[in-house]
């Protein structure tokens, strides 16, 4: 899989995989937290434009890939606001 596929185009990965790249999803928000906030807005526009541009695309628009679009922008702000908090 590459940058701009998802990680459901070739059908659903194991339970295993899928759960880490769901961590790494959460620990990119988290560092994207400790970016000033102009740019952390600026990875979160890149990484909305990331999934829009290319992995619904790349597999033409089926709903598993928007809802695997969903859970990965959904984890990483769940990363993003537990980091934020965290710092608090």
Known sequence: MGLTVSDL???FPD???YGL???AHMALGA???LLPN???TVVGVLWLGKELGGDL???GWVTTVWL???ADLA???GGFIAMQRWRQ
């Open 9 to 11: 185009c070739a059908g």
């Open 15 to 17: 339970l295993f995989d």
């Open 21 to 23: 790249r769901q961590i």
């Open 31 to 33: 560092v994207a937290s």
């Open 38 to 40: 102009p740019l952390a």
């Open 57 to 59: 695309p790349g597999c």
């Open 68 to 70: 695997d679009s969903a």
């Open 75 to 77: 984890f990483g702000a």
